[in-house]
């Protein structure tokens, strides 16, 4: 009677680290009552989650699981807040700071 043998081979391939996350752009203008282009984090690597600290504006929010902030923007102007992203990776966390300046849509007049 001849002998079957299985052979089973587990390849597990490593996630490179985690070594940056951002947008490539420190500051981010948001103009009231304007529709937010996205403002994507790009990370190197495998990113679990991400989490914003503080929060953001009503009318912003944040997507946890893509790392990306959109929405309209309905608050007061003539402030900036820093704000810092938080990247979980699989052996890692990482953050990112930027600055979000909140502005109006409407031109100011210049005279000479």
């Known amino acids: 009677m001849a002998k079957l043998y299985w052979l089973v081979c587990v390849l597990t391939v490593a996630q490179p680290s985690l070594t940056d996350v951002g947008t490539g752009i420190s500051a981010h203008t948001v103009y009231k009552d304007v529709y937010l282009s996205p ?14 600290s503080p929060a953001l504006p009503d009318g912003l929010s944040f997507d946890e699981s893509l790392g990306v902030i959109n929405g309209t923007y309905h608050g007061e102007v ?7 992203v938080t990247a979980v990776g699989t052996d890692r966390e ?17 005279s000479h």
């Open 39 to 52: 403002i994507r984090f790009y990370p190197d690597s495998y990113v679990k989650s991400f989490s914003i």
């Open 78 to 84: 003539g402030s900036s807040t820093v704000y810092t």
């Open 94 to 110: 990482l953050q990112s700071e930027f600055t979000l300046n909140f502005k109006s849509k409407h031109c100011q007049s210049v």
